[in-house]
Structures are given as C-alpha cells and as structure tokens.
C-alpha cells in the first residue's frame, strides 16, 4: 500500500506553531498550489491546500518559513470522521507533512534581493 503526496508551493501565511495539553506541537499552514492545466478562460487555478504539521518539524517551519516562501511538502492523507448528529456523518480527510524542504523565500525578498544585488 502506498500513501504519499507531494505538493509543492508558496505559504499563505507565516507558521504559528501551538502546544496542545499533553505537549506536542502542531502547526497547521496552508500552501497555495498552482495547477499545471489552464482552465477555459486560459488561466492557472490554484488551490489552497492546508496541511497539519507535527513536533520538531512543526518547529522547524515555524522557525525557517514565512508567508510567501516556497516550500515541497512530502506528506500522507488522513482520514476520519465526524458526526454531526445521529443521521449525519462527514468523512474528513486530513493532510499530514511527512518532510518539507525550503525551496525559496517569499517573493517580496526574492526582489528586495534582485534590486540590491543590481546596485
């Protein structure tokens, strides 16, 4: 069985990491993915992807990432399931970061870098 994802794109925002009772970490990011494909007007769609980040890596992009780096997420899918009442049940599915590796920094320092790099 295989259960594996690879996303790769910039974060929406900067990494707040929390400590939950029993004391582990997480940290829950969302990276915008732009499609590959145009859509009928002829322009990328992208979708915001959120994924669950856990313990010492959860430390690790809180420490190294902010909004607007680009990052590879290797991760797995998670399922589980809500019960909204005794009739309604929803199964949730759950993104859940295995590795991220920082492929970038946001693009407002990737140009501040250019135009100081230019002077």
């Known amino acids: 069985m295989l259960n594996q994802?690879?996303?790769?794109g910039r974060l929406t925002h900067d990494?707040?990491?929390?400590?939950l009772e029993?004391?582990?970490?997480?940290?829950?990011v969302t990276i915008a993915v732009q499609r590959s494909f145009k859509n009928m007007d002829g322009q990328y769609d992208t979708d915001f992807i959120?994924?669950?980040v856990w313990e010492g890596l959860a430390q690790a992009i809180e420490s190294y990432c902010t909004k607007g780096a680009m990052i590879a997420v290797k991760?797995?899918?998670?399922?589980?399931k809500y019960e909204l009442d005794d009739e309604r049940k929803m199964n949730m599915l759950e993104v859940i970061a295995?590795?991220?590796s920082y492929l970038s920094s946001s693009?407002?320092?990737e140009m501040a870098h250019e135009e100081?790099?230019?002077?």
Not at 75 to 80: D, E, I, T
């Open 50 to 52: 959120k994924v669950t």
């Open 107 to 109: 693009k407002k320092n």
């Open 22 to 28: 029993d004391g582990r970490k997480v940290s829950d």
């Open 75 to 80: 991760a797995r899918v998670q399922s589980w």
């Open 98 to 100: 295995e590795r991220i």
């Open 15 to 19: 990494p707040e990491t929390r400590i």
């Open 5 to 8: 994802l690879v996303l790769v």
């Open 116 to 119: 100081s790099s230019e002077n």
